[in-house]
């Protein structure tokens, strides 16, 4: 069937909006939560096999806004040094191993993007290491008309989704996806204070993903890192910082998460970041030897929430720390997450 004009112009519109909205990558309200989304080199940060899931929402009060679901796995494995038969040098290096899935809707556009990374951490001494990772993915952006509104379904001047618009519009496109990532951690075996630096590189393909031909790359990300943990007998303290770069888009993001540690090896942890022209988040929680869970809220600093009211997001973590791998090696240095 041919489009009319204005569905021709409705189309082009909701094209070049989703294009727009999605030129920059989920940034994500709870980081450290979502290690995989900032460097793929984090892997290095923890000593868990591990499984997180975070569930966002975002802005639903826009044409029921934005929501993004993430699942990652870990898994680093702990090396003994070469000609270490007696293991007295166990966790010299170490391999890491993740998976990452995020999947953002919004009305009728989707894109999933499922990347798989493997790193490498070297023991330059008995407290410091660094860590390189690759990850390797596909991205996948869709558009279906079954969630666009055409003239057809308004009769009478009300809109009934039921009536058919003959119209068959599913537009999909996919481009594999490369990234990397640099890290330094800190970690003494008995100290009181944890750090790590690291940059990382997302997109360095910039996969072309124009869903209505010609050229429409999506911008290489880079990202900073840095971050401190002072670790007390009843509290902890972690001031983290970043710095993103995608296109002309640049943002600093800081934060500070503090933990009070109960007897039973558990950790009530509150905190607060900032997202510069972006949002003041309040997260709160609770970490447990095994799992943990985490809800954080977003205050709008931005233009946009400055002038419409209702915007709200919320964000929810929940982390399944299946085993401890340094432990079975008789690693003794904690790892930062």
């Known amino acids: 069937m041919k489009y009319t004009a204005k569905i021709r112009m409705c189309l082009l519109s909701v094209l070049l909006l989703a294009g727009m909205a999605q030129a920059q990558d989920t940034r994500f309200s709870q980081p450290l939560n979502n290690q995989l989304a900032l460097n793929p080199a984090m892997m290095g940060l923890t000593n868990d096999l591990r499984i997180g899931l975070t569930y966002r929402n975002q802005w639903a009060s826009i044409d029921k806004g934005y929501s993004t679901y993430a699942v990652s796995l870990l898994c680093p494995i702990f090396l003994n040094a070469k000609g270490d038969t ?43 290491s660094l860590h390189v990772a ?28 039921n009536n058919p618009n003959n119209e068959s519009l599913n537009l999909n496109k996919g481009a594999p996806d490369v990234g990397l990532g640099f890290m330094w951690h800190y970690s003494p075996e008995a100290g009181k204070i944890q750090a790590f630096a690291g940059i990382s590189a997302f997109h360095v393909n910039q996969p072309n ?15 900073f890192q840095a971050g401190v943990k002072a670790i007390g007998k009843k509290m902890d303290f972690t001031p983290v910082v970043f710095y993103n770069i ?38 709160a929680g609770y970490e447990h030897k095994y799992f943990y869970f985490t809800y954080s809220y977003d205050f709008g600093i931005s233009k946009l929430a400055r002038t419409t009211k209702g915007l709200m997001t919320h964000e929810v973590g929940l982390g399944f720390k299946i085993m401890d791998m340094g432990a079975k090696k008789g690693i003794k240095n904690p790892g930062f997450l």
């Not at 969630?147 to 057809?152: A, G, I, N, V, W």
């Open 246 to 283: 995608q296109g002309p888009f640049k943002q600093f993001s800081g934060g500070l998460l503090m933990a009070y540690k109960f007897e039973q090896k558990g950790k009530l942890v509150i905190g607060s970041w900032f997202k510069e022209k972006d949002a003041v988040v309040v997260q």
């Open 134 to 161: 690759l990850n390797f993915g596909y991205i996948n952006y869709q558009l279906d008309a079954l969630h666009q509104t055409f003239d057809e379904q308004y009769q009478l001047g009300a809109y009934d989704a």
């Open 209 to 223: 993903l124009s869903l209505i031909g010609g050229r429409g790359t999506l911008p290489a990300r880079f990202n």
């Open 86 to 128: 007696l293991k007295k040098e166990a966790g010299k290096s170490r391999l890491d191993f993740g998976i990452n899935v995020t999947d953002d809707k919004s009305g009728g556009f989707n894109r999933i993007n499922a990347t798989i990374s493997v790193g490498y951490g070297l023991k330059l001494d008995p407290s410091n």
